[in-house]
């Protein structure tokens, strides 16, 4: 696809915008625009104009359900040209065939070797092995390594790591064990160019490794319709540790919805989601993408020629 850096920004709802790819694109990755829950046509031709001019390949990331609501999003999505279009979180692969046909490469996320046959049978043409360690919404199945060695025995195409790679070790360790690259998530989330907001940010930067929970709690509490299969690893807060476990009651609460729909609105991370993997910890400031790109490349390439040059 004409990356210089086999990494890859995961389309994160809400702060995968177009100024973050343009910035990935720009550090020799490929930069990824995410429509997640709140994903729509006016959203996406929002952000394309960030990566207008920018030399080097484009990727969007779409949800299932999202899509399925609102088709037109994905003609939007194609008439971009991106080098690919990444659709998870839902059973359906008819979309395979159209983007293939219009010369994009088709992704999607995959958290076992079942989904992996499933998804080449249909055409896809790259495998994202997300862990459970990664955050924001995904199947709670297996850590990183042992999932992406289960993929890679079955996988004729190329294979993306996902989920908790922060550090240089992290990412050396997937590339050591077969992936092509990696698909970095919370590591980027809190970097200048994101759209994450100042108070999610913060929470972000305040956060250890141990502060993640894995929830249905917020998709529950603002009704969106995301399968059962997929909660979401996101800063543990007040609302989180009220209504884990408790869905069902939640469903029936009414003044629960509304306290979670104010604290959104609020901007307030002590209510609302903050989406977080379990490699939250290594972030301490918020900096440009392009240095977390360059850290991470010249880290792990330096980690693993050491670990030859000793054999």
């Given at each position: 696809m004409g990356v210089r850096i086999p990494l890859v920004n995961a389309p994160m709802g809400g702060v995968a915008g177009g100024r973050l790819a343009a910035a990935v694109i720009?550090?020799?990755?490929?930069?990824m625009i995410g429509m997640g829950s709140a994903g729509s046509v006016a959203a996406l031709e929002r952000e394309l104009p960030h990566v207008r001019g920018i030399a080097g390949p484009l990727g969007i990331g779409l949800v299932d359900w999202v899509v399925a609501a609102q088709p037109e999003l994905m003609n939007v999505a194609i008439a971009a040209q991106p080098a690919l279009i990444s659709v998870s979180f839902g059973a359906d692969l008819d979309w395979v065939a159209r983007v293939t046909a219009a010369g994009i490469v088709p992704t999607t996320q995959v958290y076992n070797a079942q989904d992996a046959r499933r998804a080449q049978d249909a055409g896809v043409?790259?495998?994202v092995a997300r862990g459970m360690e990664g955050g924001g919404h995904g199947a709670v199945t297996k850590p990183l390594l042992p999932l992406l060695d289960e993929v890679?025995?079955?996988?004729?195409?190329?294979?993306?790591?996902a989920g908790g790679i922060g550090a240089?070790?992290?990412l050396a360790a997937a590339l050591?064990?077969?992936a092509s690259g990696a698909w970095l998530g919370t590591c980027l989330a809190a970097c200048s160019e994101s759209l994450l907001s100042e108070a999610g940010r913060q929470a972000l930067l305040a956060a250890?490794?141990?502060d993640t929970v894995v929830t249905r709690a917020f998709d529950v509490g603002m009704e969106l319709p995301w399968p059962a299969r997929f909660p979401a690893r996101v800063l543990r807060n007040g609302f989180a540790e009220r209504w884990t476990g408790r869905e069902a009651r939640l469903a029936a609460d009414p003044a629960a919805k509304e306290t979670l729909a104010a604290g959104i609105a609020a901007d307030d991370p002590a209510v609302a989601p903050v989406d977080a993997g379990q490699g939250v910890g290594i972030i301490t400031v918020v900096e440009p993408a392009a240095r977390v790109i360059e850290r991470l490349w010249s880290g792990?390439?330096?980690?693993i020629t050491s670990g030859f040059a000793e054999e």
């Open positions: 720009a550090a020799g990755g490929l930069g043409g790259l495998l890679l025995d079955v996988a004729s195409v190329p294979v993306l790591a240089p070790s992290d050591l064990a077969g250890r490794g141990e792990a390439t330096a980690h």
